[in-house]
């Protein structure tokens, strides 16, 4: 399920970021990042995120039973991409109400130059430009858990498994359109 949410712009950007223990009990009140209505208002993954002009926003991110969080700033898009608890958050950094989201993320990749973002679930992959905008989403390919292994002249390597048990079936894919090779 893919949802985005988009709000006005802003001028600062985050240049920073700390993993919190929960949700703190004073200050302003959390962003929730969440995959849609009916929307959870539990606490779950919380992060406190500096701005380039030192505010800072504390967000709160969706997650079920047990959680991990990994952030990863993606300069040359001014984002920030969350992943909790296998749930995939890409986020304007300049106006964290803007953001998409990606259930059952498995695995993420940039290409070379860092100008598009690669996500797995367990049986498709999405490629995302830039500007935070889906650009292509693949068809089954034919398996499941898909993990993105590397990606280098155009082309994005894959594996997945066939059957259960099975050993991992490589799998290349053409970053401009999604088409195997």
Known sequence: MLVEMAQADSTATV?????LRGLPGEGPVAKHFHHGHPTPWNEGAVIRFWNSDGS??????QSRLGWRAEVTHWWESDSV???A????????????DEYTTLRFTTSTVFDEQRTALFVSDS??????????????????????????????????VAELEEEMGEPRKAVRIRTEDGTTI
């Not at 240049?15 to 993993?19: G, I, M, N």
């Not at 608890?85 to 964290?96: E, H, W």
């Open 15 to 19: 240049v920073r970021w700390e993993v």
């Open 56 to 61: 800072h926003w504390i967000g709160n991110f």
């Open 81 to 83: 991409i969350v992943v």
């Open 85 to 96: 608890s296998r749930d995939l958050y890409l986020i304007n950094a300049r106006n964290p």
């Open 123 to 156: 049986i498709r992959i999405y490629a995302f430009d830039g500007d935070r905008r889906l650009r292509w989403m693949s068809e089954a390919l034919g398996g499941y858990d898909i993990e993105l292994k590397a990606c280098g002249h155009g082309v994005l």
